[in-house]
Antibody, heavy 120, light 108 residues
């Protein structure tokens, strides 16, 4: 059974960089051709796709965040990471990591989510 | 971006009711439509993929239909554990995946 777990600071100051890690267990991130994904949910709001990365290293980002976001893989640790730069209060959200079988598939496994607040 | 519009945004229903939620895409997305259930404080859970395929382990009272721009999630015989928020998501436009705004199913 694949499990995903987000980790990282729960509080980030405005203008700084938000960094989160998703640790995957029960399967290798470098097998199966999956797309490892970040999704966020603003408090009381809907879901927003941030981007995903393939084990080959190819990454794709939401155009609305493209200039500030980066997703990377660490196959030795079986984890992938999110970096979102120049954060503002509008980036306060619950951040989820998830897995997709392909670029056109659904998200079948999700982490529990982690709340990140942007505040001074 | 492809906009996903769900209706209604909320509804009240009783245990045993049949509930239908609609999702409309701003452009045709073939059958690249997925449905998720989210309970408070929890991550979304995949229910239906490719418009009508039931995810493993999901009760058969959940069903999905549609193609092109109009899609439906139906819950037959609503159970107490089904009270949650439901989201549709298009996976057609892979450079900009988008979700619907959600439909909250509440107890009448």
């Amino acid at each position: 059974q694949v499990q995903l777990q987000e980790s990282g600071p729960g509080l980030v100051k405005p203008s700084q960089t938000l960094s989160l890690t998703c640790t995957v267990s029960g399967g290798s991130i470098s097998s199966g051709g999956h797309y490892w994904t970040w999704i966020r949910q603003h408090p009381g709001k809907g879901l927003e796709w941030i981007g995903y990365i393939h084990f080959s290293g190819s990454s794709y980002y939401n155009p609305s965040l493209n200039s500030r976001v980066s997703i990377s893989l660490d196959t030795s640790k079986n984890e992938f990471s999110l970096r979102l730069s120049s954060v503002t209060a509008a980036d306060t959200a619950v951040y989820y990591c998830a897995r997709a079988w392909s670029r056109t598939s659904s998200f079948d496994y999700w982490g529990q989510g982690t709340l990140v607040a942007v505040s001074s | 971006d492809i906009q996903m519009t769900q209706s209604p945004s909320s509804l009240s229903a009783s245990v045993g009711d049949r509930v239908t939620i609609t999702c409309r895409a701003s452009h045709t997305i073939s059958n690249y439509l997925n449905w998720y259930q989210q309970k408070p404080g929890k991550a979304p859970k995949l229910l239906i993929y490719s418009a009508s395929s039931l995810q493993s382990g999901v009760p058969s009272r959940f069903s999905g239909s549609g193609s092109g721009t109009d899609f439906t999630l139906t819950i037959s015989d609503l159970q107490p554990e089904d009270f949650a928020t439901y989201y549709c998501q298009q996976s057609y436009s892979t450079l900009a995946l988008t979700f619907g705004g959600g439909t909250k199913v509440e107890i009448k």
